[in-house]
């Protein structure tokens, strides 16, 4: 056959019978004609069942090693980002409440309900799977599947798939290193208008930054004259921070400059670097409820705090984490005999990463003591805080708010350490059938370093100081406290900082020991077999136990107002499967086939806070492949899946932390009415008058749009349950050559599943409904009304884990590949898409649902397209034998369909903040270019540029980006940097 490129080879037999329909841009070939049938087993991603030339009932798509050579990715997260089943999750352009990982979530159902398998085996612990543990070097091929394969794997695969198959053989040395930059262009006229008219600082014209280095090497040889193979490697990969002040549109953070939401402003946040206080005390008087701060030339003098003081936050976050990458391990097998083949493998990473977000604050929301007598306040700010008393030794409470500006950026250094550890033995009992037995040891330790905080604890202690002999001094002296002055726009010493900040360190550590055996055999030399067809039926049968454990270490600091967390979850199962040929070879039955899987399950969960529970499961799937003719096979499958709670879902412990959130009644948002306001606890002299004379609200709002939840484990949840439908076709038609189409229906629904009921849900859902149970859920500060605070004694909504309503989403996936042949070389086509036909959430049951097809923002999140599509072209050049013409040259479209503004609808659960100006991304297109060129001594030159033209992605208020959001826009879903150029060497030998 000629050889065409490394672009087209084809890596697998299963890729070759065009059941894969993967995304390559070389066909993947049906059988010619009179060509000899491949006796090979293969056992396909979905099922243990070992055939020749298995195929698939369920969709899957294949991305193989070429392809991600020519997109530029150094880790696998930003490959499989780009296909349309999978919407972008935590990754490197993640920075605030970032934990360093790399997750995927499939078919937007959350990365928790999609299952990552290396080899068929799992991954990594359940709450420890990081993608960046791959190394990409060794990846021959990635399968996506879709539907739930809870039957053949157990828990998690929900969704579908994600299985990673690694080269586990060389005879010789891989070397491959590459090098990457992002350039940008900063021309967005507007925005940066917006900038200078505050004086800001604007982004450079034209910048180069995040730079990327990439090596890896693997090396493997064979043992005893081939009857072993042992494969080690090495990786390590750098990259440079990039800081949002680096690019114009995340260069401030975006409010809207009016009601409508028709243009943009820089906002900020409340909690601003000149200081401001909210007097709560009866003594303020008319100052009660105020919100002063401090005059911004540094006298000690207060005047109303307005939009003109709020800080912006936005150009010390990070874009792009820093990180550096350690990987190495091996992989040995060694065949004693036919009975015996022995296999394992060792693997670790060490993956160092710095999250960057604006300086710390001691925050808003929390009634601090302050004593009128405090040397550091004025004659005025002391009249206006204790009135009669001021001067006294009488103690006042007022929320305080200072943003230490001039203190460095708060930075969490977060190291992840991974181990994984494989061994089994496999091989033929008798004649017809075989075993495989085998363990995996995993191990995974997160540490975590948040630097530069402000302990509001050291705050409120420093915040009360007196004289003594002539020295300012805290009036509570202990820890060696510092007093800190926060009544002028200078702020503290640094003495005074020193005290207040407060490092933490958590640890959490994580394992999973799985021991899983099965045997496989064919019933046909038995005479088990339909009468009709040629082969008999096949069986697998096996036993699984698994145990996953959980360990949270908190520091002294932290201690003092959460816990540390641990739990265990054990598994024991017992599964088996059955491939049922029925027909062959009969007029318009080419091929008839049944599958059957079904797998038994006991849960068994403790903690060392709480009684443990046994829950038993019962999963199934029964799947159809039927073939008229060779051109042509039609595929279904239903599956009765489900996942089991993880251990944080069941045990984490509870506590506040920020979500974004608007409160409908507060001062500068007031939209409902007082009769809305009063269902979510706000009083009538809370929420002020509507009608002359106008009285604003009391609340405080919201800063930057961001309230507190209450979140946290629930050891009672149960098991989610899924049911998933797929039927499709595969198309390989004689009547055009070197064409495969597929296109396949998926429905895939999801009843009780494990989450929280968002805050902005809770309180839209109690101001539009009144329902007891999402009122219940609003907590507000007992002084002040606030949906915010440091701690449950301010404000929050209840948001912990419980088992809701139902996920659902139902579409349509079509791939294509097609080699065109010319008289000037052949170029290859690659094409997969998806149409999205629904993306449905009930909150909980009987209350109502939402659909977030083609919307983003808000409850939504990030966008949902109704359409998506990859097409990838590759000209394999004729001319390549020529030094300076490449071996081929690949083009690549990415389409990201348009989406409209979730808040702007009526519906009840995604109305909100309305805007013109945000009311629709458009559809965005990205071209990408890559050429490769042959060198003598098997070398490989590769080059590319992604986002070839630039484009920018959305600029978006700050205030709705709920999930991924990051600088004004969603950059795990759009190019946020700009265009990357890329250069790489291959090396085999």
């Not at 394992?344 to 007598?373: E, K, L, T, Y």
């Not at 559809?923 to 030159?941: E, F, M, Q, R």
Request: glycine fraction near 10%; include cysteine; hydrophobic fraction near 35%.
């Amino acid at each position: 056959m000629k050889k065409l490129t490394t672009r087209s080879l084809i890596m697998s037999s299963v890729a070759a019978s065009a059941i894969f329909s993967g995304w390559v841009a070389a066909p993947a070939m049906a059988q010619a004609d009179g060509a000899s049938t491949a006796v090979e087993e293969v056992v396909v991603t979905g099922t243990r069942i070992r055939r020749p030339n298995l195929k698939s009932a369920s969709p899957i798509t294949t991305v193989d090693a070429a392809e991600v050579k020519l997109q530029g990715s150094t880790g696998v997260d930003s490959y499989l980002a780009k296909l349309p089943q999978i919407e972008a999750g935590n990754n490197e352009n993640q920075s605030n409440n970032s934990d360093g990982t790399a997750g995927v979530n499939l078919r937007s159902l959350g990365g928790n309900r999609a299952l990552v398998l290396i080899d068929g085996q799992r991954f990594l612990p359940s709450l420890g799977v990081d993608l960046n543990f791959v190394p990409s070097v060794l990846v021959e091929r990635t399968d996506v599947l879709t539907g739930g394969a809870s039957s053949v794997y157990g828990s998690d695969a929900m969704s579908g798939v994600v299985n990673f198959i690694m080269k586990k053989r060389l005879d010789g040395v891989i070397v491959d290193a590459q090098y990457s930059i992002y350039n940008h262009k900063n021309d967005n006229d507007y925005l940066r208008g917006i900038q200078a008219a505050r004086g800001f600082k604007l982004a450079d014209k034209n910048v180069w930054d995040g730079k990327k280095y990439d090596f890896n090497i693997a090396a493997g040889g064979r043992i005893n004259e081939g009857k072993g193979n042992i494969l080690g490697y090495f990786g390590y990969r750098k990259m440079e921070a990039v800081r949002q002040d680096a690019r114009d549109y995340s260069n401030c953070a975006l409010n809207f400059a009016d009601d409508k939401g028709s243009s943009f402003a820089c906002g900020g946040s409340g909690n601003h670097a000149y200081g401001w206080f909210r007097p709560l005390d009866d003594l303020a008087g008319v100052n009660k409820n105020q919100n002063w701060a401090n005059a911004k030339d540094g006298s000690k003098t207060w005047v109303p705090n307005d939009s003109s003081f709020a800080y912006n936050y936005a150009p010390d976050n990070y874009t792009l984490r820093n990180s550096e990458r350690y990987q190495a391990g091996g992989f040995l097998n060694y065949t004693f005999n036919p009975h015996a083949e022995a296999y394992g493998s060792f693997m670790f990473m060490d993956d160092h990463s710095i999250s960057q977000v604006a300086p710390s604050a001691i925050w808003s929301g929390r009634a601090f003591d302050i004593n009128c007598n405090n040397p550091f306040l004025s004659t005025s700010q002391a009249s206006m805080l204790c009135g009669s008393a001021a001067g006294s030794s009488t103690t006042v409470k007022s929320w305080v708010s200072f943003r230490a500006a001039t203190g460095e950026p708060r930075r969490n250094d977060m190291r992840h350490t991974n181990y994984r550890f494989t061994a089994g033995l496999k091989g033929e009992i008798i004649d017809g059938w075989r075993y495989d037995a085998n363990y995996m040891h995993a191990i995974t330790v997160g540490q975590f370093n948040y630097q530069n905080d402000i302990n509001q604890d050291k705050a409120a202690q420093a915040l009360q100081a007196v004289l003594v002999n002539g020295q300012v001094v805290c009036k509570d002296s202990s820890n060696n406290c510092k007093p800190i002055d926060v009544f002028s726009a200078k702020g503290p010493s640094s003495e005074g900082y020193a005290f207040i900040y407060a490092p933490t360190f958590t640890r959490n550590e994580q394992t999973i020991d799985v021991y899983n055996a099965y045997v496989s055999g064919d019933l046909g030399q038995y005479g088990v077999k339909s009468p009709w067809a040629n082969d008999g039926v096949a069986v697998v049968a096996g036993l699984e136990h698994r145990t996953e454990t959980l360990d949270v270490k908190l520091d002294e600091t932290q201690l003092s107002y959460a816990t540390n967390a641990d739990g265990k979850v054990s598994v024991d199962e017992w599964f088996t499967e059955f491939d049922i040929p029925v027909v062959a070879d009969k007029p318009l039955i080419h091929s008839l086939n049944l599958a059957l899987g079904y797998r038994k399950s006991t849960y068994n969960t403790s903690s060392s806070t709480s009684v443990g529970s046994e829950k038993k499961t019962e999963t199934s799937k029964f799947e159809v492949r039927y073939a008229p003719t060779t051109d042509i096979l039609l595929r279904a499958s239903y599956n009765q899946a489900m996942r089991a709670a993880n251990i944080t879902e069941l045990f984490a412990a509870q506590g506040v932390g920020n979500v974004a959130l608007i409160d409908p009644c507060s001062e500068n948002n007031r939209v409902a009415s007082l009769e809305q306001c009063q269902r979510t606890g706000v009083t009538a002299a809370q929420y002020g008058t509507t009608t002359p004379p106008i009285k604003r609200s009391t609340i405080p709002d919201t800063p930057a749009d961001v309230g507190t939840a209450l979140g946290g484990g629930n050891p009672d949840l149960s098991p989610e349950r899924a049911k998933t439908t797929t039927f499709g076709f595969v198309l390989t038609p004689r009547f055009v050559s070197n064409l495969v189409l597929s296109v396949d229906y998926y429905k895939i629904r999801i009843e009780d599943y494990i989450g929280s009921v968002p805050a902005q849900t809770a309180v839209s859902q109690c101001i539009e409904t009144g329902s007891a149970f999402y009122c219940g859920l609003i907590h507000r500060d007992p002084i002040t009304g606030a949906l915010y605070g440091s701690d449950k004694k301010g404000g929050y909504v209840i948001s912990t884990n419980v088992n809701t309503g139902y996920l659902e989403t139902k579409g349509i996936d079509i791939t294509a590949n097609y080699r065109l042949a010319t008289g000037y070389g052949d170029v290859n086509f690659g094409f997969v898409g998806t149409l999205l036909n629904a993306l449905e959430t009930e909150v909980l049951p009987g209350l109502g649902s939402y659909d977030c097809k083609g919307l983003y923002g808000g409850t939504c999140g990030q966008p949902s397209p109704k359409w998506r599509h990859n097409l990838r072209a590759t000209w394999t050049v004729p001319w390549a034998d020529r030094f300076y013409v490449p071996t081929s040259v690949s083009l690549n479209w990415r389409h990201f369909g348009g989406t409209e503004l979730a808040t702007n609808t009526n519906d009840q659960y995604l109305t909100g903040t309305k805007s013109t100006i945000n009311a629709r991304i458009g559809n965005y297109d990205y071209i990408d270019l890559a050429v490769t060129k042959d060198l003598p001594h098997g070398l490989v030159l590769r080059a590319g540029i992604n986002n070839l033209f630039d484009k920018d992605p959305p600029a978006i208020m700050s205030g709705l980006l709920v999930e991924n959001g990051n600088g004004n826009t969603f950059p795990s879903t759009y190019d946020p940097l700009g265009r990357m150029l890329f250069v790489g060497l291959s090396a085999k030998f």
